[in-house]
């Protein structure tokens, strides 16, 4: 039976709407005030500038916390991926009581709130020597991602057929060759949402970062950090901004890209 | 462990089940059991730190202050994103697509830069109050961030995804059909919507609720940057106790607590859901 939308229900849409404005409001401000031509955080007076866009170019320092980003957030991803799809894969062939445990410890640094793994990151990496180096703040991070990497495997795993894998080796592979040629062709969609998450995570992460780094390793979120601390100026604004511009496109790609799967796939 | 498996790809998986979790003892779960650790042995072994859980005033103001934000923004955010969830699928075509893309947007935006944005907005010479002062409305600019609006207002914003994705993945395996069904019957939208709906989405409300709230316990960022150092939430203060007082045995021990109290949410959440569902591993 269809019933023509009700008043509540109106009045619910209408609502969502109004949350969606809330959402969006603040990074809307954000373009307005990255153009004005003031040194302080305000909205431009009918007169725009981009010497704020200009600063992130000719100052040094803000190039090099996204280099610095990049470094550790490809790193951190890379091994987020290995260890992640190890784990997912071993879960999925062996799954018994031992297995599932295992998936729920790799799971433990998406539950356990950042702060308290800082703490025990920044007590361990003091006595390795690993503060404020690059191999310090990747593995940290990649302890952060690879949760997101198991879960996205799993989830491409869950519907390949556990046979797949035995009918390859009475076919005469390896038990390395079936894994190899059968079974991560398979997981590879995972892998990659995996990744996506991973290395959002590490390019966003800060809490961790604010304990482990200093200024041998500054990434972009630290820079914004330090900026906001110290007095706010319109350059984060313009950062800002890009990154905005940056994750709306990132969205749009990814959702174009999904619509065309879906398509080749209904064809 | 299945037994059709031969011992050779039983060694490939072993391994592969292995390496992984050894290198998350060492360089994950050991960091970890150092923190529980320090919480009973600095600077003296025993519970003395605990203790101060319960006499000292500074530290239960602190915990106070958490817990109201916790269940303010959790409250608002459920709300919030309930009414987000439940017109993005009932809206036909493009319009439902569409609110779902700007949650997933927001989702995707770095909590750095919703928290800046909101500086921005409502600092003291910020756009909102440059707005109201130029338009003659207010005379001196109002107080919107350093107090507990500004960090509600900036955490409900956070968690708005959190609390509408789940919600969202929840009702859509909801038998509509029982809605019209109830209406047929004579009940009025509000009616069927209170008696028939809401009860079918309980179980994700639930869950979605307790994950918004144990995310809001640890977080960090938008109450530090929005509390300005006036309202001081539970990680801040483990920061500052660490950072600038240098007192490890009190900041491990409130890490403990707040860890102890998050898996004590997740027991509970347990028997409502199973957990592995809401963590998507199943």
Same mark, same amino acid.
């Given at each position: 039976?269809?019933?023509?939308? =009700? ?6 849409? @209408? ?15 954000? @373009? ?15 007169? @725009?500038? !981009? $010497? ?43 799954? =018994? $009581?031992?297995?599932?445990?295992? $998936? ?11 702060i308290v793994?800082?703490l025990?990151?920044? /007590?361990?990496?003091? /006595? ?37 894998? /035995? ?11 079936? !894994? ?48 906001? /601390? ?11 901004? !890009? ?10 790609? $990814? ?8 398509? !080749?796939?209904?064809? | 462990? &299945? ?32 923190v529980?650790?320090?919480s ?9 730190n605990f203790?101060r859980l %319960?006499?000292?005033?500074?530290i239960?103001?602190v915990i106070? &202050? ?11 955010? +459920? ?19 569409? #609110? ?6 927001? %989702? ?34 109002? &107080? ?22 789940? #919600? ?24 069927? %919507? +209170?008696?028939?709906? +809401? ?15 144990? %995310? ?18 539970i990680s801040?203060y483990i920061?500052?106790q660490i950072?600038?007082?240098?007192n490890?045995g009190l900041g491990s021990m409130l890490a403990t607590s707040l860890l #102890? ?22």
């Amino acid at each position: 039976m269809d019933l023509a939308p =009700s008043k509540p229900f109106r009045l619910t849409v @209408f609502g969502a709407w109004l949350a969606i404005l809330f959402l969006t409001l603040p990074f809307v401000v954000v @373009f307005p005030v990255s153009l004005t031509p003031q040194r302080y955080l305000s909205l431009p007076d009918g007169e @725009f500038s !981009l $010497r704020h866009y200009q600063t992130l170019l000719q100052d040094p320092s803000w190039m090099l916390s996204i280099r610095d980003s990049l470094i550790v957030a490809t790193g951190s991803t890379i091994v987020a991926i290995v260890l992640g799809t190890m784990t997912a894969l071993a879960c999925w062939r062996i799954s =018994s $009581r031992a297995s599932e445990l295992v $998936r729920m410890a790799m799971l433990a640094p998406m539950i356990v709130p950042s702060i308290v793994h800082a703490l025990g990151f920044y /007590q361990i990496w003091a /006595q390795l020597g690993l503060l404020d180096t690059y191999t310090g703040l990747i593995l940290a991070h990649a302890m952060k991602g690879t949760p997101y990497v198991v879960i996205s495997v799993s989830a491409a795993l869950a519907n390949v057929d556990l046979r797949l894998e /035995q009918a390859a080796r009475n076919l005469g592979a390896t038990a390395l060759q079936a !894994l190899w040629k059968v079974i991560i062709p398979a997981a590879r969609p995972g892998m990659a949402a995996g990744s996506v998450f991973a290395f959002a995570l590490s390019w966003d992460e800060l809490v961790v970062t604010l304990f482990l780094s200093s200024r041998g390793v500054y990434t972009l979120p630290r820079k914004i950090w330090d900026g906001i /601390q110290d007095n706010i100026n319109p350059a984060i604004a313009a950062v800002a901004s !890009l990154l905005i511009v940056l994750t709306v496109v990132a969205m749009v790609v $990814r959702l174009l890209l999904a619509r065309r799967q879906a398509r !080749l796939a209904a064809d | 462990m &299945t037994a059709d498996m031969d011992a050779r790809t039983r060694r490939v998986y072993l391994v592969l089940l292995l390496a992984p979790l050894l290198l998350l003892a060492f360089l994950y779960l050991y960091p970890l059991s150092r923190v529980l650790w320090l919480s009973v042995t600095v600077p003296t072994l025993g519970f003395g730190n605990f203790e101060r859980l %319960f006499t000292s005033s500074g530290i239960q103001n602190v915990i106070w &202050t958490t817990l109201r934000i916790c269940v303010l923004t959790t409250a608002l955010a +459920l709300l919030i994103g309930y009414a987000i969830a439940y017109a993005a699928l009932h809206l036909r075509g493009w319009r439902g697509e569409l #609110l779902l893309f700007f949650v997933l947007l927001s %989702f995707w935006l770095s909590v750095l830069i919703r928290a800046f944005a909101w500086l921005t907005l409502l600092q003291s010479r910020g756009v909102i109050n440059t707005w109201l002062m130029s338009a003659g409305i207010i005379d001196a600019p109002l &107080t919107l961030i350093r107090n507990e609006f500004g960090v509600v207002l900036g955490m409900v914003h956070y968690m708005i995804p959190y609390a509408a994705l789940p #919600l969202y993945a929840n009702m859509k395996g909801i038998d509509t059909r029982l809605v019209p069904a109830a209406r047929g019957l004579g009940a009025s939208p509000v009616q069927a %919507f +209170l008696k028939v709906y +809401l009860p079918m989405s309980l179980p994700g409300l639930i869950s979605a609720g307790i994950l918004t709230f144990i %995310f809001s316990l640890g977080f960090y960022v938008t109450p530090a940057l929005l509390g300005g150092g006036k309202t001081i939430m539970i990680s801040e203060y483990i920061a500052v106790q660490i950072n600038e007082t240098l007192n490890w045995g009190l900041g491990s021990m409130l890490a403990t607590s707040l860890l #102890l109290a998050i898996f004590a949410l997740l027991a509970v959440l347990s028997f409502f859901v199973d957990l592995r569902k809401v963590f998507g591993v199943k």
